[in-house]
């Protein structure tokens, strides 16, 4: 990851930090000290995805960046973790692959699997690695990052804004035929 970048998200999860250990300690009311739920449910996912990249042992790549990367035609396996019916097959970032992981934090996988995600990306375990979901709230990109790293993947991403991310930023999108 580039270091600009790097640096970006760790102003951006300081930030959050310094705001949520501001209000925890805070008794107002935040309706009334001119925090919008907005602001409070940006903060959440904030902490949210700072967690589970602590604990996934992933970076993170932002829509931009990884557009810009898939422009440049880097050498890449994007992988979409949605359904492949309800999500994949309609719309889906071009490029990806797909492979479904549930919504809640996968701690465990069988043997067939894990298998089948190995098979999927790779015997090159240097090779960059973006995983994607639906939307920041979604945590099924987080088990695809977080399984990379737990089967030996050493380059690998998150990217937060999912599909819906990338298409309200007007990006294209590919279909499955």
Known sequence: MRKGTLFLWLVVVVASLALVSGCANSKAD????????ANVQAE???MKAAGEKERGGYELMSLEELK???????DMLVVDTMPYEASYKKQHIPTAVQFEFPIPEMNTM??????QYRDLLGPDKD??????????????????????VKLGYTNVYRCLGGIRGWKEAGYPVGVAQ
């Open 44 to 46: 959440f996912l904030a």
């Open 68 to 74: 810009t990367k898939l422009d440049a035609k880097e």
């Open 110 to 115: 069988d043997d067939g699997t894990e298998q």
């Open 127 to 148: 090779k960059m690695i973006v995983a994607y979901c639906g939307f920041v709230k979604c945590g099924r990109s987080h088990n695809g990052a977080m399984w990379a």
């Open 30 to 37: 935040p309706k009334k000290v001119g925090v919008s739920e």
